[in-house]
């Protein structure tokens, strides 16, 4: 189930409990956890519902602007059924926290076996190795260009670092990746030690704000939600990139940190 940013930051902030979607059949059931960019969203009820029925308290809890506009969100389509689907805020996703265990040697052993049985399963060959190196030398750089250095398709290369990420050994950016401490360790279990960049300290910048205000906010050297709160909305405003709707995101990260604009 594909949601917006401004869904996922509703449903975490509390605003957000509906999603109305137009499908052939439900998409997700009861029960489902959701793992998105602000952690995991439980599905909490699936319905079909008539378009003639949603009323303007639905269209509110779904974080439309209107009834009128919800109905204009579900215009596309007419031959499918809506239906209603029930949200929460379900906490952070279970993966933040295993990317930052640093695995004993015992588990890099289990790891490495796990890696091995994803290249022997793979119809390209062994990958695992290649894309982590290739992450831990590029941190922060587009998928594209990353699956491009190793001659695969874009859609493909994502796919397959999820599996990574999925092992805590990666993490996802608001553009790029890069290896998590635990993706790190393993590496080196297997290469060596490697010098690295010192890895930022503070909050990243939040994946909900796009590809376009995130790379105005890397062009002045701001990378974290520590240093956008050094600066004035308004001088931001100005990048090009950077629009309100990012504006407001940013505002909202930082204040569940009790951080803001500076004055």
């Known amino acids: 189930m594909m949601m917006r940013p401004a869904e996922l930051e509703g449903v975490r902030a509390g605003t957000v409990d509906l999603a109305f979607r137009r499908w052939d059949r439900p998409r997700v059931k009861v029960g489902t956890r959701l793992r998105t960019a602000v952690g995991v969203i439980e599905v909490t009820s699936v319905e079909e519902v008539a378009l003639s029925r949603l009323r303007a308290e639905d269209a509110r809890r779904a974080g439309a602007a209107s009834l009128t506009a919800l109905k204009d969100a579900l215009a596309a389509r007419p031959d499918r059924p809506v239906f209603r689907v ?3 805020y379900g906490g952070t996703d279970p993966r933040e926290t295993l990317r930052n265990e640093i695995p004993e040697p015992g588990e890099i052993t289990t790891i490495l ?3 091995d049985r994803l290249d022997a399963a793979s119809p390209i060959g062994p990958w695992t190795r290649d894309t982590l190196r290739i992450i831990d030398r590029h941190p922060e750089v587009r998928a594209p260009d990353l699956a491009a250095q190793l001659g695969r398709e874009t859609p493909d ?3 397959d670092v999820r599996k990574l990420k999925e092992r805590g050994l ?3 950016l608001a553009i790029g990746y890069r290896l998590s401490p635990r993706g790190e360790t393993v590496l080196d279990h297997e290469d060596g030690p490697r010098e690295r960049a010192p890895r930022r300290t503070g909050t990243p910048l939040p994946r909900t704000i796009g590809a376009p205000a995130t790379r105005a906010l890397r062009a002045v050297d701001v990378h974290t939600l520590e240093a956008v ?3 004035r909305r308004e001088d931001l405003a100005a990048l090009h990139g950077v629009g309100p709707i990012a504006l407001d995101r940013l505002e909202a990260a930082m204040a569940e940190m009790g951080l803001g604009y500076a004055s």
């Open 229 to 231: 709160s050094g600066w």
């Open 157 to 159: 290369f994502k796919k």
């Open 113 to 115: 076996a796990g890696l």
């Open 170 to 172: 990666t993490e996802s």
């Open 86 to 88: 029930g949200l929460r």
